[in-house]
T-cell receptor, first 115, second 108 residues
Framework: GAGVSQSPSNKVTEKGKDVELRCDPI?????LYWYRQSLGQGLEFLIY????????KSGLPSDRFSAERTGGSVSTLTIQRTQQEDSAVYLC?????????????FGPGTRLTVL | AQRVTQPEKLLSVFKGAPVELKCNYS??????LFWYVQYSRQRLQLLLR??SRESIKGFTADLNKGETSFHLKKPFAQEEDSAMYYC??????????FGQGTRLTINP
């Protein structure tokens, strides 16, 4: 079946603008994760969803970052008032149930550039 | 704090030579460890996990709790092994904590 998909694949925005990044997980996967991949910081966890609730949002770097998941499926990561340090590749992953025995499948990422 | 360290940012070996990518971790509980790989222009994917005790594409990794290490090894490197490799630790059975990654280049 189809893997995890993300849109857009690339996003260029101006400092101060808001952006929305979308993730479509593998059908039937209840767990969804957002990570950020940036130069010098490697891969950082942002937030974890189990169904529509987010039991762990400890990785969100500031209150400018928020995420939601609806219908136990699609998730949107919103960054308000973007800053240049937000430039990174944002990765989404999903897994069947969220336990560490379940493999996380990654999407292709959204490359965000803040000018 | 949970941490994964990959001391080598870059590693270059010749085809047919052995390769070892180092990974050390710090974790107060019983860790679950993984190696993920990202080939050029492909998405990040699981290579192997500690709990499976398997060999994938000729790679193996042994968890050494005494040395808190989970090094990735392959006896004979192939050109198609060139990629970015990430060691990761599972925290709280949910999120992954990644190392900084090692870019492996196999020279012909």
């Amino acid at each position: 079946g189809a893997g995890v998909s993300q849109s857009p694949s690339n996003k260029v925005t101006e400092k101060g603008k808001d952006v929305e990044l979308r993730c479509d997980p593998i059908s039937g996967h209840t767990a969804l994760y957002w990570y950020r991949q940036s130069l010098g910081q490697g891969l950082e966890f942002l937030i974890y969803f189990q169904g529509n609730s987010a039991p762990d949002k400890s990785g969100l770097p500031s209150d400018r970052f928020s995420a939601e998941r609806t219908g136990g499926s699609v998730s949107t990561l919103t960054i308000q008032r973007t800053q240049q340090e937000d430039s990174a590749v944002y990765l989404c992953a999903s897994s069947q149930t969220g336990g560490f025995y379940n493999e996380q499948f990654f999407g292709p990422g959204t490359r965000l550039t803040v000018l | 704090a949970q941490r994964v360290t990959q001391p080598e940012k870059l590693l270059s070996v010749f085809k047919g030579a052995p390769v070892e990518l180092k990974c050390n971790y710090s974790y107060s509980g019983s860790p679950e460890l993984f190696w993920y790989v990202q080939y050029s222009r492909q998405r990040l994917q699981l290579l192997l996990r500690h709990i499976s005790r398997e060999s994938i594409k000729g790679f193996t990794a042994d968890l050494n709790k005494g040395e808190t290490s989970f090094h990735l090894k392959k006896p004979f490197a192939q050109e198609e092994d060139s990629a970015m490799y990430y060691c990761a630790l599972s925290k709280g059975a949910q999120k992954l904590v990644f190392g900084q990654g090692t870019r492996l280049t196999i020279n012909p």
